[in-house]
């Protein structure tokens, strides 16, 4: 993961006093030591020049997937919302809820994902909060929350789905992206995101 990308999902600097302590006391030896840096993004290059590392050590090599024919699922019926990923509140699943709950036409959202802390100071029982409020909203027929997925069952989804929304709020990289539009799903992200997107259009 980046170097300094704690910073974008935790609020408070008492959130953020053990991973500035923790560098402090190890004085980032480990990085600094490195004969190289391998970073996936240009946004975790950026980190890890902020975090010290000179840019003669740092390589970014970009990540992937296989990429086969797909031929897409037709339906007409309704409109087919997915969302994969790990379910932490970085990712701000709630948005995609409220949003949802807004629609007009025919729809049914698919999140899938397990839930996971990114930081041991974040607090958890997210998932059972965004469950609580899809019956708050009234969506309990339209979404369905399926947990943690295999390849298999994924690769399933993305080629039965019409869209894919991910509403996080910072990811060094945004692997679902890349496998939604190797699926050929539209993408909707937010802004921060939203820089993958124009790089998966490009490739």
Do not use: W
Not at 1 to 12: A, D, I, M, T
Not at 20 to 26: E, G, N, P, V, W
Not at 158 to 187: M, T
């Amino acid at each position: 993961g980046s170097l300094l990308g704690f910073k974008n999902y935790l609020p408070s600097m008492k959130q953020r006093l053990p991973y500035h302590f923790y560098d402090i006391l190890t004085l980032k030896a480990s990085a600094k030591r490195a004969d190289a840096i391998i970073v996936s993004s240009k946004l975790e290059y950026e980190d890890a020049l902020e975090f010290g590392i000179t840019k003669e050590k740092i390589h970014i090599i970009p990540m992937g997937i296989e990429v086969e024919e797909i031929k897409k699922e037709q339906n007409t019926s309704k409109l087919k919302i997915l969302f994969v990923g790990r379910i932490a509140r970085v990712r701000r699943v709630e948005l995609l809820l409220q949003a949802a709950s807004q629609l007009t036409i025919p729809f049914h959202l698919t999140i899938a994902g397990g839930e996971e802390k990114t930081s041991s100071v974040t607090r958890g029982g997210y998932l059972e909060e965004l469950k609580l409020l899809a019956n708050q909203l009234n969506l309990n027929s339209n979404v369905t929350f399926t947990g943690k997925k295999d390849p298999a069952d994924l690769k399933l989804l993305y080629k039965s789905s019409n869209i894919f929304v991910y509403p996080s709020l910072y990811e060094n990289f945004g692997q679902p992206l890349i496998e939604a539009a190797a699926h050929g799903l539209p993408l909707i992200s937010t802004a921060h995101v939203c820089f993958f997107c124009s790089v998966i259009a490009s490739t």
